[in-house]
């Protein structure tokens, strides 16, 4: 009997290590939002380039941009792509805290971020404009000065934030937590305008027929340096042969191929995101 036992117990020893989930040498986490179209969203229904939100049934799913980026780079180093769904101001805690190995979340490479992890190259770069509603007494704004006086609101935790006072005599409003919130708060006339990169405001714009974009030609905008308006994948201080392929990857990736793909996300994303 005890024989028996022991080789019932072995079976289900087996059939379990059939059954598991991969080792985490065989796993590579990527922290993002899922909540920031088109670099990366979360959506009910599954695709082809959509990703289980945690690995797990029932916590929707992961697509966008950043998702596409972070495949390429998981490719790279073999493993499979498990995506974790983190709101913005934990990303960088959850790096460090060794519950994600990068963040490819639409992240600026900052001063500030840099004391605590570090940047690849960028692998996108766009321009910051305002969104505004239609019958908005600057729906017709073509320079910042434009916004005179203006109520404009931001992101917490963004560069996005940091330019607001750029608008002259600005009503600088309490920045928010997310862009479904900023979005409503100028739906709901809160505030005048919100600022957002250009691939982002297409997507709200998109869903949103009440709003419309405000682009600057240069030298009527936002003063940002290069690295501003840029984002790149984030890594914990010690990664040093993962931030290396993944600096390898983004170089094989052309600007023809990265603004594809940018305009491939704009066009899958769901009607609401």
Same mark, same amino acid.
């Given at each position: 009997?005890?024989?028996?036992?022991?080789? +019932?117990?072995? +079976?289900?020893?087996? +059939?379990?290590?059939?059954?598991?989930?991969?080792?985490?040498?065989?796993?590579?986490?990527?922290?993002?939002?899922?909540?920031?179209?088109?670099?990366?969203?979360?959506?009910?229904?599954?695709?082809?380039?959509?990703?289980?939100?945690?690995?797990?049934? #029932?916590?929707?799913?992961?697509?966008?941009?950043?998702?596409?980026?972070?495949?390429?780079?998981?490719?790279?180093? #073999?493993?499979?792509?498990?995506?974790?769904?983190?709101?913005?101001?934990?990303?960088?805690?959850?790096?460090?805290?060794?519950?994600?190995?990068?963040?490819?979340? #639409?992240? $600026?490479?900052?001063?500030?971020?840099?004391?605590?992890?570090?940047?690849?190259?960028?692998?996108?770069?766009?321009?910051?404009?305002?969104?505004?509603?239609?019958?908005?007494?600057?729906?017709?704004?073509?320079?910042?000065?434009?916004?005179?006086?203006?109520?404009?609101?931001?992101?917490?935790?963004?560069?996005?934030?940091?330019?607001?006072?750029?608008?002259?005599?600005?009503?600088?409003?309490?920045?928010? %937590?997310?862009?479904?919130?900023?979005?409503?708060?100028?739906?709901?006339?809160?505030?005048?305008?919100?600022?957002?990169?250009?691939?982002?405001?297409?997507?709200?714009?998109?869903?949103?027929?009440?709003?419309?974009?405000?682009?600057?030609?240069?030298?009527? %905008?936002?003063?940002?340096?290069?690295?501003?308006?840029?984002?790149?994948?984030?890594?914990?201080?010690?990664?040093?042969?993962?931030?290396?392929?993944?600096?390898?990857?983004?170089?094989?990736?052309?600007?023809? $191929?990265?603004?594809?793909?940018?305009?491939?996300?704009?066009?899958?994303?769901?009607?609401?995101?």
């Amino acid at each position: 009997m005890k024989k028996l036992v022991t080789l +019932l117990a072995l +079976l289900s020893l087996s +059939l379990s290590a059939c059954t598991a989930a991969p080792a985490e040498e065989d796993v590579l986490y990527v922290g993002m939002e899922c909540a920031y179209a088109p670099f990366n969203w979360t959506q009910v229904e599954s695709s082809e380039t959509a990703l289980l939100i945690n690995n797990e049934q #029932g916590t929707g799913y992961c697509d966008g941009y950043d998702v596409q980026i972070a495949q390429a780079i998981a490719a790279e180093v #073999g493993q499979e792509l498990i995506v974790k769904k983190i709101a913005w101001e934990g990303l960088i805690d959850a790096l460090n805290n060794g519950e994600i190995d990068m963040i490819v979340a #639409g992240m $600026t490479d900052t001063a500030e971020r840099r004391e605590s992890v570090s940047f690849s190259t960028p692998y996108y770069a766009s321009d910051l404009v305002l969104i505004v509603r239609n019958d908005s007494a600057f729906a017709n704004a073509s320079a910042l000065v434009d916004f005179t006086g203006a109520s404009v609101v931001a992101q917490k935790g963004t560069f996005h934030d940091t330019v607001v006072d750029q608008v002259p005599s600005v009503v600088h409003g309490t920045p928010l %937590g997310s862009f479904a919130l900023l979005t409503n708060s100028v739906v709901n006339k809160e505030f005048d305008a919100m600022v957002s990169e250009y691939p982002v405001a297409l997507s709200i714009v998109a869903s949103n027929p009440d709003l419309k974009i405000i682009s600057f030609a240069e030298g009527n %905008g936002f003063t940002t340096s290069f690295e501003d308006t840029t984002v790149s994948v984030a890594v914990a201080k010690d990664s040093v042969e993962l931030l290396e392929t993944i600096n390898e990857v983004l170089a094989n990736i052309s600007e023809e $191929t990265r603004a594809e793909w940018m305009k491939d996300a704009i066009q899958r994303q769901p009607e609401g995101e």
